[in-house]
């Protein structure tokens, strides 16, 4: 009777690291390998980063902790503003926090921009540590003076909307905004009906970087397209309807009086409800060629009336999810740069008007699935986009 062979051993599982090794990997002691692992008592954020790169160098089979402990903080100081595209960024910001990790903070700040001292508290810090800061402000030296003493303590700072003077280290999340402004100047020229002939423009207000760029660039290409248009003087409005409209009605009858007709109007801010109730009383043949910005609820119906001609429409979820994409690379929470902030812009008129839907409800799906795709949102937030 033959004896059957011992069945040969099973491989020896490779035994995991022990504390002692991980401790020796990070330069510290076992009780503090134990605190990180166990998530036990606090630890530096310096020792806790080294313990967790530590285990992950020796294998270690185990979920490992989070290297950043506790909450990630980002604040956000806009002005205030009535304007769709402003809100659509305040939408964007509050259902951008519902999807991000929940350690990760969005402290929004909505404050009067000229409220220059209440402005510059909101710059200089807050109550809690401060991760990351987005500012969608004007353009002034005190701002400058205050996001540089920001930089300086090496908190990252995104300009959203408007760009901020010439700081280096602000990242800019917009579009290009003299490109903008020279593509409206273009368009004028090409599209107006009678010359010689004037050019209204109308602006929120000058002091905002993104709106004096616009105005800049449309009088450059004006000057450079067409010799015959001439541009008026920018007028301020602030996006008061009722300013738009006394503008437009003093431009009108200068024209009258000169003999010179008003054939462009390009307005680079809000406010068009004042525009349009001067137009509708015009006859098609009288009414000057119109272009303005963003694809807001209110310049659809103008578009397809066609009191407006030309709308110079960008993308404010696509800019807050950028915005947020590079804090979340300068605090570690993403390893990818990504691609930046999309900074170009789209024309729309009365030929090419995308299907209904709110301007405040668009959704944010593209640029959510940008994040997730970079691991900062987790894949649950996808449930949320477009509510």
């Not at 090496?154 to 990242?171: D, H, K, N, T």
């Not at 579009?175 to 010689?196: E, K, M, Q, W, Y």
Request: glycine fraction near 8%.
């Amino acid at each position: 009777m033959s004896i059957p062979s011992p069945a040969p051993a099973a491989p020896r599982r490779k035994r995991s690291a022990r504390f002692v090794e991980i401790a020796a990997v990070a330069g510290v002691s076992e009780t503090t390998v134990n605190r990180v692992l166990n998530e036990r008592g606090s630890v530096s954020p310096e020792t806790r980063a080294r313990v967790i790169a530590a285990a992950r160098q020796l294998g270690v089979p185990r979920v490992l902790p989070d290297p950043r402990h506790g909450l990630t903080r980002f604040d956000v100081v806009m002005a205030r503003s009535t304007t769709p595209y402003a809100h659509r960024l305040d939408l964007a910001l509050q259902r951008i926090q519902q999807m991000l990790d929940p350690r990760i903070l969005i402290h929004r700040h909505i404050v009067d921009g000229d409220d220059e001292r209440r402005v510059l508290e909101l710059l200089a810090g807050s109550a809690h540590r401060r991760d990351g800061l987005i500012v969608a402000l004007r353009d002034s030296p005190a701002v400058r003076a205050a996001l540089q003493q920001q930089l300086a303590r090496g908190v990252p700072v995104v300009a959203l909307m408007s760009g901020i003077g010439a700081l280096e280290g602000v990242r800019y999340a917009g579009i290009d905004n003299v490109s903008a402004g020279r593509t409206a100047g273009h368009f004028l020229a090409r599209l107006a009906r009678r010359l010689p002939g004037r050019v209204l423009i109308l602006t929120h207000r000058l002091d905002f970087r993104a709106h004096a760029e616009r105005v800049r660039g449309c009088q450059q290409a004006l000057a450079e397209r067409q010799p015959q248009l001439q541009a008026l003087a920018p007028v301020e409005c602030g996006d008061d309807p009722a300013l738009a409209r006394i503008a437009l009605e003093a431009a009108l009858q200068d024209a009258r009086r000169d003999g010179v007709p008003l054939v462009g109007l390009y307005h680079s801010g809000a406010g068009s409800d004042g525009l349009a109730r001067v137009l509708r009383q015009l006859t098609p043949p009288e009414r000057p060629v119109w272009i303005g910005h963003e694809l807001s609820d209110e310049h659809r119906p103008l578009l397809r009336l066609g009191l407006m001609d030309l709308v110079i429409d960008q993308d404010p979820d696509g800019q807050v999810a950028a915005s947020l994409h590079h804090l979340l690379h300068a605090t570690g929470h993403v390893e990818q740069t990504g691609p930046g902030a999309p900074n170009e812009f789209r024309l729309f008129g009365p030929e090419n008007l995308p299907g209904e839907g709110s301007y405040l409800d668009a959704p944010l799906k593209a640029p959510v699935e940008r994040l997730q795709a970079s691991g900062s949102v987790p894949p649950r937030a996808a449930s949320v986009v477009g509510r």
